[in-house]
């Protein structure tokens, strides 16, 4: 858990809606540029779950994987999540977002 500093999240990337699970010695387990509660819990049970049911050989080898996954366009529905999340995420994000329209603004201005 980041503290309210938000210490963790600068040192991670400040993406506006990133989601990382870092293990006890640090090992970064899960990362998505954009954060489900469903992706992360569903996560979270099967990285338990593994944990439990590990041979006491120690005959398992953990690998990276990535994958696409879905969320919705519709920016009303969209933004009501984010402030269930906490009005900072709201804010960060409605933040990125003038930063990202600029940028585009800018290269399209130089194109």
Same mark, same amino acid.
Request: glycine share 8%.
């Given at each position: &858990?980041?503290?309210?500093?938000?210490? #963790?999240?600068?040192?991670?990337?400040? &993406?506006?809606? &990133?989601?990382?699970?870092?293990?006890?010695?640090?090992?970064?387990?899960? *990362?998505?540029?954009?954060?489900?509660? $469903?992706?992360?819990?569903?996560?979270?049970? $099967?990285?338990?779950?593994?944990?439990? =049911?590990r041979p006491a050989a120690?005959?398992?080898?953990?690998?990276?994987?990535? !994958?696409?996954?879905?969320?919705?366009?519709?920016?009303?529905?969209?933004?009501?999540?984010?402030?269930?999340?906490?009005? $900072? #995420?709201?804010?960060?994000? *409605?933040?990125?977002? !003038?930063?990202?329209?600029?940028?585009?603004? =800018?290269?399209?201005?130089?194109?």
């Amino acid at each position: &858990m980041d503290d309210f500093a938000g210490t #963790a999240h600068q040192a991670y990337g400040l &993406m506006p809606n &990133m989601t990382w699970v870092i293990g006890r010695g640090g090992r970064i387990l899960y *990362k998505a540029d954009w954060t489900s509660a $469903r992706n992360v819990e569903v996560f979270l049970q $099967r990285y338990e779950e593994g944990r439990r =049911h590990r041979p006491a050989a120690g005959a398992v080898a953990a690998y990276l994987t990535e !994958q696409i996954e879905y969320r919705d366009v519709d920016r009303e529905v969209f933004y009501a999540r984010l402030r269930r999340n906490g009005s $900072r #995420a709201y804010t960060e994000f *409605k933040r990125a977002e !003038q930063i990202w329209r600029r940028r585009a603004e =800018h290269t399209t201005a130089g194109a």
